[in-house]
């Protein structure tokens, strides 16, 4: 954070035993402090910042997040809507009460907080950037690209904005825009392994499937433990028909992430292509367990039930995934979906 400090010729201690020093030197050493981690020493020149002058705006900014690190996130918000009581047109401190509105889910006041930097500094880069973030999460796709599109104009060489530009491309199903974005991604950073893992995702959608194949490889390379990579590669590898491979992923995914559902759902359906009913139905359950909404896995359950012979369960299982026909001979046939949207 490098916010422009308002002056001030007042003097505060620095800390215990050393000579007054003006604000503007007390706030620069803790910011020093700050960031080389020397958080407490840094707290401790803030707060005699504030005994002196109580409305000092970047003492109480920098001490406000200084609280949300340490998990203080009232306190944290509190402090720094204060600070920006005294200094409305302070740009860090609009940025980073947005950063704290986003890690919390508190999208449309993060989007209001990086608005308000956006308005002081229009090309502000990170502060696009971020509003994108909490768009997206928000599920307004079309704004959130925008926004990355407006970072990238101001700042083309950040390749998480490239990938979060892709992601969001991906999402709304423009593969060719989201391949562009990660590509782009990875000329700047070629280590990046989510964002190989996702173009490989991107890839697969657009049934190039060897070369999602060989994106999920580098991925894994460069992060071997990188559960999501080993999950994908499973749904690539059951594609081309490799099952026995394609199951082994989903083992190593969940030897990575226990309580990855969709790895026991797909290790489910590879199973279930095997003939192994039995654990097929087991991870099945075991997925459902993890995320009881899984409306597939249910009704993939149903029918490997149905297939161990297990007829009331089995059916009821397929009626609360798949849904079922019923025959009706004065109205037809009348398609019931059960639980699923």
Not at 11 to 40: F, N, V
Not at 95 to 119: M, W
């Amino acid at each position: 954070m490098s916010p422009k400090d308002p002056k001030n010729s007042q003097e505060a201690s620095a800390s215990q035993g050393q000579p007054h020093m003006s604000i503007q030197d007390g706030l620069s050493l803790a910011k020093q402090h700050q960031s080389a981690g020397r958080i407490g020493e840094a707290e401790q020149i803030y707060r005699q910042i504030l005994e002196v002058e109580p409305n000092q705006p970047v003492a109480l900014h920098l001490l406000g997040v200084i609280a949300y690190m340490a998990g203080q996130t009232d306190i944290s918000i509190q402090l720094i809507r204060t600070a920006l009581s005294h200094e409305p047109g302070y740009l860090s401190a609009h940025s980073n009460l947005g950063n704290v509105f986003l890690d919390l889910g508190k999208f449309d006041e993060a989007i209001a907080s990086y608005g308000q930097a956006i308005t002081i500094k229009p090309d502000h880069a990170v502060a696009h950037a971020n509003l994108g973030l909490a768009l997206q999460k928000s599920g307004k796709l079309d704004e959130a690209i925008s926004s990355y599109c407006s970072s990238l104009h101001s700042d083309p060489n950040v390749a998480n904005t490239h990938y979060n530009l892709g992601n969001a491309y991906l999402h709304k199903g423009e593969l060719d825009a989201s391949v562009k974005s990660y590509r782009k991604a990875l000329v700047i950073r070629p280590d990046f392994a989510e964002v190989h893992c996702n173009l490989g995702s991107a890839l697969k959608n657009q049934g190039l499937v060897d070369d999602a194949i060989a994106c999920y490889h580098q991925a894994i390379a460069l992060k071997p433990d990188y559960a999501d990579a080993h999950n994908n590669l499973g749904t690539a590898l059951q594609k081309l028909g490799n099952v026995e491979e394609a199951a082994n992923s989903y083992r190593k995914a969940l030897s990575l992430r226990a309580n990855f559902a969709d790895a026991h759902s797909n290790l489910g359906s590879a199973l279930w292509s095997l003939r192994k009913l039995k654990e097929a139905a087991a991870s099945y359950r075991m997925a459902l367990e993890i995320d009881p909404s899984m409306n597939e896995a249910a009704g993939s359950l149903g029918s490997v039930l149905l297939g161990m012979g297990k007829t009331k369960e089995g059916l009821a299982m397929e009626k609360s995934g798949f849904g079922v026909i019923n025959f009706d001979t004065r109205k037809g046939v009348d398609y019931s979906f059960g639980d699923k949207p």
